[in-house]
């Protein structure tokens, strides 16, 4: 059975930075595609950054030149870097996995979910 495990964010003034990780388990390898989504109370879920396991990832337009995706080891774990925080960066984040050929920004891609961590940033 895959799982995800988020861990990080926390709460931090608006031009700061946070990281996120995610931790999948349960592949017999690695996942095809890994991202991060958010969202936040009465909205639908968010693609903010995807990642091939070789090739280069994809981002959302506003956290583009700010947020940082990354895959490390075997390939079984992800960090989120984020800078330059705003208050609308706030949401809960979820880390999402998948093994379809190509990674995109949208939900119906992904087939594991983690429980999600929030994100809090004050101006």
């Known amino acids: 059975q895959v799982r995800l495990a988020e861990s990080g964010g926390g709460s931090v003034q608006a031009g700061g930075s946070l990281s996120l990780s995610c931790a999948a388990s349960?592949?017999?390898?690695?996942?095809?595609?890994m991202a991060w989504f958010r969202q936040v109370p009465g909205k639908g879920r968010e693609g903010v950054a995807a990642?091939?396991?070789?090739?280069?990832?994809t981002y959302a337009e506003s956290v583009k030149g700010r947020f940082t995706i990354s895959r490390e080891g075997d390939g079984n774990r992800m960090s989120l870097q984020m800078n330059s925080l705003k208050p609308e960066d706030t949401a809960m984040y979820f880390c999402?996995?998948?093994?379809?050929?190509?990674?995109?920004?949208?939900?119906?891609?992904?087939?594991?979910w983690g429980q999600g961590t929030q994100v809090t940033v004050s101006s």
């Open positions: 990642i091939p396991r070789y090739t280069s990832p």
């Open positions: 349960g592949y017999s390898g690695n996942p095809a595609c």
């Open positions: 999402a996995s998948g093994d379809r050929a190509i990674c995109t920004l949208q939900m119906d891609y992904y087939n594991a």
